[in-house]
């Protein structure tokens, strides 16, 4: 752990926030069916723990394990220490109440649900990434909650968590969050003064660039590793194809950064990528293709490399933020939807996977206003 002097830490950060604050509170990330981790953010390193059990009386205690100090200059956070507790042992698809405390931090009570192992179960989650669209807030899961008329199990972040703008306002601390690193996440720039920002923030297991997040029926494949300015490694294709063959979840979605289809204006690096692993994904059976990076909402329709339609190919739904200038005017013959306005500055999508059927739908909302369905469409398993 790298420590800064602590007088150092009251100088430049503390005297913004009162000491036992939280600077990001309590959070849920890298979801298992027997783990989960509890994390938050304070501007003073603090002693914490964790109360955790299958009902409000909790029975089970987890101290803090590690401390990261980071630096979330985004958040106005110079200095910031990600604390972390990891869960294990604990039964799927299985709610658990939780609640932070510590001697300099004030009580936090929240809880969280396992993965489910069960593939015929229904699930639904939420997709968001780049700028104002990534970290689902209470009031965006409760929507959705209503809409899809079922518990929204977890997030998914298509990258660029280094410039989106909530972490401090408020992420909810119950739906956990999986990351596609993006190109942001991985450089270190003004928005990213630490390159391991993402991983302090995460709890990645090993620093892992790419890995399976399983949940009941569905494998989110996550190419956090995928570099959007570069042709793939072959060592990346490897491992999409062996976790791919060897899938036995029904509903295989892959989840990258760099988007493969798009008619955005801001990415240009899709066609060289494109050849090398889309081709991948229509043969072993992927229907969805969940990417960010270009700075509008699109979805094509089912399509190979070629952007030609076919019954069993994947879709590629770019979620990278809705940001109306960045759209282009004349669509592709592949894009099935883009959004064109008005202009809003936020949108949520989900999806509702239930047997061989998944529904997904995109929301945008103006600040002050209801939510407005933009997009809805279904995929199907095997065609
Ligand atoms: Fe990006």
Sequence with gaps: MRRTPAILVLLVAGCRMAAGDYAAKPYVVNPKPDGMTIAWATVNETRGFVDYGPTPAYGRRATVQRVDETNLRQYDLEHAFIHKVRLRGLNPDTKYYYRVHGPELPAYENHFCTAPVRHDRTVCFMIGGDRNNAWPEDDDVAFVEDTAGTRVEFFVDVGDFAVCRRFRRGWQGRVPVVLARGNHDNEVRKENADPKQVQHVYDFDDDKLDFTVAWGPVLLVVNGGDQIYKPVSRRAVDWLESVLASAAQPWKIVACHGVFFSDGLHAKEGPPRRRQIWPVFHRFGVPLVLTGHDHIYSRTTRIDVDGRPVPDGPCNLCFGGILVEYSRDV?????????????????????????????????????????????????????
């Design 331 to 383: 669509p592709s013959p592949w894009m099935a939807y883009q959004f064109r306005g008005p202009e809003v500055r936020g949108g949520i999508a989900f999806a509702v996977v239930e047997g061989q059927s998944a529904q997904i739908k995109l929301y945008t909302r103006k600040r002050g206003k209801d939510y407005e369905l933009q997009d809805q469409f279904e995929l199907t398993l095997g065609k």
